[in-house]
């Protein structure tokens, strides 16, 4: 039985023995082991914040980003509207001048054309003039060979003529 007293003795050098080497197996760990863990633990940490910073940055400047594309899409829209509204009143413009052109082409091949009718009136008039004097001439000389006086001729020839003018 004695032996089996050693075994549940409570023995003080042991306990201390035990007591010291768990203070220096504490003190070595939390000197090679706790503090460079907590510093890898701590750079970890500031390598998180600054992805963090990082990607907080990066969205703020996309964020700017796409407030500087929608106004310039906003104003590149509106440029277009101008452009598209002056195409539209340029081309009125000039299709309200092409019309203007073609209608005083058109008055002026008109007032051409009339001239020229009356150009050929006027010659188409003294051709007859000239069939009707003909035709007066050999019809006075066949009535003056039936005894008509020349001042009578004379007469009806001019008065022939005058009334053919007046007529046109």
């Known amino acids: 039985m004695v032996q089996s007293l050693d075994i549940i003795s409570v023995n003080i050098w042991q ?8 203070l220096i197996l504490f003190l070595m760990l939390k000197k090679f082991l706790f503090k460079p863990v907590q510093n890898m ?7 998180v914040d600054q992805v963090y910073q990082d990607a907080d940055e990066r969205l703020q400047s996309a964020t700017q980003m796409k407030q500087e594309y929608e106004q310039r ?7 277009a509207d101008t452009l598209v509204k ?18 005083q082409q058109a008055a002026r091949l008109k007032q051409k054309a009339e001239e020229e009718i009356e150009q050929q009136k006027k010659q188409m ?14 019809i006075a000389s066949k009535v003056i060979e039936r005894e008509i006086k020349q001042g009578d001729y004379d007469a009806f020839v001019d008065e022939f003529i005058r009334n053919v003018g007046d007529k046109t």
């Open 15 to 22: 306990i201390l023995i035990s007591l010291i080497n768990l």
């Open 41 to 47: 633990m701590a750079a970890r940490q500031a390598q």
């Open 73 to 79: 899409l906003s104003t590149a829209r509106d440029e």
């Open 86 to 103: 002056n195409a539209t009143t340029t081309a009125q413009k000039r299709g309200d001048e092409l019309l203007s052109e073609a209608q």
């Open 125 to 138: 008039l003294n051709e007859v003039r000239q069939d009707i004097s003909e035709l007066a001439v050999d």
